[in-house]
């Protein structure tokens, strides 16, 4: 049991560090500027994405819903939050903090931890004494 409570966990952090990287990467070559959370798209009761507004480094401003939804990170509107997008294509845009950018990551390390926690409480609590 202990053995399979290993290989979950490992899972979850492979897939964690792929799916990462994937996000990571849709925004290849980001150029990095500030930007003002302005509005907030509600797609149901428990999905909020924030809208934010940035000036790409043509001076032209660009209003865009950002990719993932607020979950662990609570903006509100006239927030400064720091942007990265494509040069190539400044639609393409994400808020650009920690939670954001590595959630898939952080997610895959709590998940893992946690059962390799119960794993090890569970083998402890079966040992005899």
Request: hydrophobic content about 50%.
């Amino acid at each position: 049991m202990k053995a399979v409570a290993y290989l979950v966990a490992a899972a979850c952090l492979v897939a964690g560090v792929l799916i990462d990287y994937a996000y990571a990467r849709s925004t290849t070559g980001a150029v990095r500027t500030q930007g003002t959370v302005v509005d907030f798209v509600r797609r149901n009761s428990r999905q909020v994405y924030p809208v934010f507004e940035f000036k790409d480094s043509d001076g032209k401003v660009h209003r865009v819903v950002n990719s993932t939804q607020q979950v662990i990170v609570r903006f509100a509107a006239g927030d400064a939050v720091p942007i990265a997008y494509s040069r190539t294509d400044p639609e393409r845009a994400r808020i650009d903090t920690l939670w954001f950018d590595h959630r898939w990551m952080i997610a895959a390390v709590i998940v893992a931890l946690t059962v390799f926690g119960s794993a090890l409480r569970a083998d402890v609590a079966a040992a005899p004494d």
